[in-house]
């Protein structure tokens, strides 16, 4: 029987993996359970591994395989654990913070012997589920991914028995029970092991029963085996694993030598079509397709002859005597310095270089875009976010919409995708807006309880737009922060939306603000603009605002303007949407009479027109370019309409740029003009929302009344004469950028504040963040 | 939808959704589901074909069958939905996942998630699910009527006897597949009947404590959020 707090040995086995190795060892500082020792075995390792591990001394114990033998590795660890519980990882997965936690909990069944959670592969362009109640057949067929117990219950396959399995880099097994069985088939040297493990002991009675929670993240290695992300690897040990798999299993299951011997021929047949298809696709070449059909007839009779003449190279019964017995006293991996260490990027091993006086904070943040696929105004800012926290030893969660559910690492955060599952609140169908908000916050709710339970997220950020903490808020199962930025509300009253489903939103969007824990709004405007429309009028202790940062660029890509070009044509960028909100109507109005009066000016309009959305297009027939082009014939050539553009051709138009304009009709702050001060750009914009808390008025730009052609007009001509101005303008717009909007200014300023809501949260007590309710 | 709801009536529907989403998330709701497609695809796939006679009614009977054990199964989903929602009641807890625990430790999210030990695993099916499925073997046995006449009637019994052999095959096939059905619904019922005895024997529990605690002179507060 399992006590209250068993203890845990966690074997990883490794050879010439040092920089995977010194991931994982750092990712493992965050575990939540304490009560575990790690033991490495090292292979016959030909790089640094050892020194690697010399800065753990003390808490890792070292051991040695003296061949690439994953199999023997694995039992040279559990004849030397300590522990109750024996856990295995790869060397290049990191673990998800409560990964050994939800094991534990598992194995309080006396009747368990072994289990393993989900695999998730972190690939740079195609992240998938790799493993999840996996169930393999006794002729090695496997279903690797399945929803639930009675998924693919008779899936298409030849073996008699279909069992449950795990993968090998996340598993765990009761050390008692798998002494007796012998421990791991030394036959497999790379692949294979764990499945002919797990079904040994399903076929001697045990129970194994893998889990939903509990995740690893994959980001696969080289090894002497394989090459990551590419098809050039030692498969034939793939197919000598397999036919001696089949020649153990098959014939307890009861299956024939006909469909035994039918099955072996398929791997080696299959194997070359592989081959062949990837010759074909000159993903390898000729002498390589030669030599991996040889091969796989070496392995397929290597196979052969273990499976029909060998007998199994388990743990022989005296050896599995001499382990250590059961209570003795194990070295924990984890020390008093642990919990303050910083978040590890899974990927590339990077972890913030600075001391950490209280815990890392667990952070979940929430966009519906999000780089690098797609992402709008919310999701660049929450990216930054992201990283600034990261920066600051933070551990991010990120969860976004995506095609299918996934999970990557980008940036300092861990992305989940989350795919749209129109299942829920079918009542509102009739307001589509509304039924598809819901089911995606519904959607963020359950993918935050999953985070709970596997990575122990701490908060959940929220920004308003869609209202996508509103089920977690609703739920109360953690704090929720909404970032405060331009109300639907306000959107609606601009663009003349007076629908149900814009209505309901914005009831929505007010139901959110009143049920979060704390309100994060970026300016001085927004806060009054929600309390405006929504009459609500938060405490002074619910409140922090945060302006947003960007991420300064080198100065030797800033651009000053140079008085040398005066008379040179000068070129006016606006980016944003092509939307009556941005004030497009009143710039495409105000250029002709800039024109008119500075003939070399060029304009350049980044953005996606939204001229059907914002009923341009009803009213006119045409988009904003056309329209422009049809009534200002003169000028069109002056004007280039570029449409959406990436972010790396954005930068480069505000480097070039001379003059940044944005008579946004309401924003509630404007990142786009941070973004051309960043460059030294003069901004103009326009007195409304938060634009004045970012620009200085006549310091760092121009602000006019919105809506006015004529004054914007009269802003652009008066700096576009006035070559100083463009210039000291631009540098002290730069000095406004570095010294107060960078991103990790703004990261601190969230940090303090979900700080103090979490400890609000936590004991009821009133926060003690010196910026809430302030700037 | 005739009336345009209000910003509470969705508020509502949100917080029945929670308390559904807590019950039908875990995998006795998913293994339900899971069910239900893999019985409808195999009704769909056997029935619209140009089966006959025998084999459709054999074919039919069963899925109607399946259909009493899936309303049976839903019934006491249902009930189970039921003695979920009295417990927490009895026992002053919200009916959310980790209303129990607002730092969301996985004390109060076992709501959602079941311990998965009580479980059994689909490997090795619990006794009386077992037992079901050895009752249901399903088998099909070719009669043939042998031909009398002379000379050519042994002949023509062995054709008559080969032709009968193609859809005893499908037939048989049929059967596999129907058995594995039925195993999956054992399975549910048995998980249903597990997860209904831990619920009944939480609630006898509880209000064991709550006889306790008003009998006893200094009552202590119900457990529940802070």
Request: charged share 25%; hydrophobic share 40%; net charge negative.
């Amino acid at each position: 029987m399992i006590m209250a707090e068993p203890s845990v040995s966690l074997i990883i086995n490794t050879t010439d993996r040092a920089g995977p190795l010194a991931t994982l060892l750092r990712a493992l500082e965050h575990q939540s359970y304490p009560h575990f020792e790690l033991i490495v075995v090292v292979g016959p390792t030909q790089d640094n591994t050892l020194e690697v591990l010399s800065a753990y001394q003390g808490r890792v114990r070292v051991l040695h395989c003296p061949e690439a033998n994953l199999s023997r590795s694995r039992n040279i660890g559990l004849l030397a654990a300590r522990g109750e519980i024996v856990a295995y990882i790869d060397d290049d997965a990191v673990p998800c913070r409560r990964w050994l936690e939800q094991m534990v909990r598992l194995f309080r069944d006396p009747g368990l012997a072994a289990t393993g959670g989900a695999v998730h592969l972190i690939h740079p362009t195609y992240p998938l589920l790799q493993h999840r109640i996996g169930i393999v057949s006794s002729l090695a067929e496997q279903v690797d991914v399945r929803d639930s117990w009675l998924e693919h219950l008779v899936p298409p396959g030849e073996g008699n028995t279909w069992l449950t399995r795990m993968m090998g880099t996340n598993m765990a097994f009761r050390r008692e029970t798998l002494l007796q069985a012998g421990g791991f088939d030394e036959f497999y040297v790379f692949i294979g092991e764990e499945t002919d493990l797990a079904l040994c002991l399903a076929n001697a009675g045990e129970i194994i029963h893998p889990v939903l929670e509990a995740p690893v993240y994959h980001v696969p290695a080289a090894s002497r085996n394989r090459m990551p992300f590419s098809h050039r690897g030692r498969w034939w040990l793939n197919t000598r694993s397999d036919i001696y798999f089949c020649l153990k299993n098959g014939p307890a299951a009861g299956d024939s030598m006909a469909t035994i011997t039918r099955r072996c021929l398929h791997l080696v047949h299959g194997h070359w079509l592989w081959y062949r298809d990837l010759y074909r696709a000159r993903e390898i070449e000729l002498g390589e397709f030669v030599r991996y059909c040889a091969h796989d007839i070496r392995g397929a009779a290597s196979g052969l002859w273990g499976g029909l003449f060998r007998r199994r190279q388990r743990l022989a019964p005296s050896r599995a005597r001499s382990a250590p017995r059961t209570g003795q006293p194990i070295v924990p991996f984890l020390d008093e310095a642990s919990p303050r260490q910083a978040a590890v990027d899974p990927v590339s091993g990077q972890r913030a270089s600075i001391s950490l006086v209280e815990p890392p904070l667990r952070i979940c943040l929430t966009s519906t875009f999000y780089p690098p696929q797609s992402y709008d105004g919310v999701g660049r800012l929450t990216h930054l976010m992201a990283r600034g926290l990261f920066e600051l030893g933070h551990t991010v969660h990120v969860v976004t919409h995506g095609d299918r559910d996934q999970v990557t690492f980008y940036d300092g955060a861990y992305v989940h995708e989350l795919a749209t599952r129109l299942d829920r609140y079918h009542r509102y169908r009739q307001t589509p807006n509304l039924y598809h908000a819901l089911n995606r916050c519904h959607g963020i709710f359950e993918k935050v309880q999953r985070l709970i339970l596997n990575d122990g997220v701490q908060l959940l950020d929220s920004p308003l737009w869609l209202f996508e903490g509103l089920v977690t808020a609703v739920s109360g199962i953690l704090p929720v922060a909404v970032r405060l930025v331009t109300p639907m509300k306000e959107i609606a009253a601009i663009l003349g939306d007076r629908d149900d489903d814009t209505r309901l939103q914005g009831e929505m969007e007010k139901a959110l603000i009143e049920r979060a824990d704390h309100l994060l709004p970026n300016s001085r405007a927004t806060l009054d603009m929600v309390r405006r429309l929504y009459g609500l009028e938060p405490a002074a202790d619910r409140y922090t605002i945060v302006p947003y940062g960007i991420v300064p660029v080198p100065e030797d890509e800033v651009q000053p303007f140079e008085p040398e070009r005066e008379g040179q044509g000068l070129t006016v960028l606006f980016v944003g949407r092509l939307e009556k909100r941005k004030g497009i109507i009143p710039l495409l109005e105000a250029i002709p009479r800039v024109l008119d009066r500075v003939p070399g000016t060029r304009f350049v309009l980044a953005g996606k027109d939204n001229s059907r959305h914002d009923g341009f297009w009803r009213r006119t027939g045409s988009d904003y370019a056309g329209y422009f082009a049809h009534h200002h014939p003169r000028h069109a050539s002056r004007v280039e309409f570029t449409g959406s553009v990436d972010d790396e051709a954005l930068q480069v138009l505000y480097r070039s740029c001379d003059l940044f304009v944005a008579p946004s009709l309401y924003e509630s702050f404007g990142l786009v003009y941070l973004e051309a001060m960043n460059y030294a750009k003069p901004v103009v914009g326009c007195q409304a929302g938060g634009v004045p808390e970012v620009i200085e008025q006549g310091t760092t730009g121009l602000l006019v009344e919105p809506g006015r052609a004529d004054a914007l007009a009269e802003a652009i001509v008066s700096l576009l004469q006035s070559p100083a101005r463009l210039r000291d303008m631009g540098l002290a717009g730069r000095s406004r950028v570095v010294e107060q909007f960078s991103y990790l200014q703004m990261a601190r300023r969230f940090e303090s504040a979900y700080r103090c809501m979490i400890r609000r949260f936590e004991t009821g007590a009133p926060g003690e963040d010196p910026m809430v309710g302030k700037t | 939808m005739t009336n345009s709801p209000t910003a509470d009536e969705i508020l509502r529907d949100v917080e029945f959704e929670i308390l559904h989403g807590a019950l039908g998330q875990d995998d006795l709701g998913q293994a339900l589901q899971t069910a239900r497609r893999f019985h409808t695809r195999s009704r769909h796939e056997l029935l619209s074909t140009e089966t006959r006679g025998r084999d459709r009614d054999l074919a039919a009977r069963q899925f109607q069958m399946d259909d009493m054990l899936l309303a049976l199964l839903q019934e006491m989903a249902d009930r189970l939905r039921r003695l979920q929602i009295e417990l927490y009641r009895t026992s002053g807890l919200i009916p959310t996942a980790g209303a129990g625990d607002r730092s969301g430790e996985s004390e109060g999210l076992a709501v959602t998630s079941p311990p998965p030990l009580a479980e059994p695993d689909p490997g090795a099916p619990s006794g009386s699910a077992q037992r079901a499925i050895e009752l249901e073997k399903l088998d099909v046995e070719a009669h043939i009527r042998p031909v009398r006449l002379p000379l050519v009637g042994g002949l023509l019994t062995r054709l008559r006897a080969t032709l009968h052999t193609l859809p005893v095959f499908y037939v048989r096939q049929l059967a596999e597949q129907q058995i594995e059905v039925n195993r999956a619904l054992g399975e549910s019922l048995a998980q249903v009947n597990h997860l209904l005895a831990e619920q009944q024997a939480q609630i006898e529990a509880l209000g064991r404590q709550v006889q306790a605690l008003h009998a006893g002179s200094d009552p202590a507060p119900a457990p529940g959020p802070e």
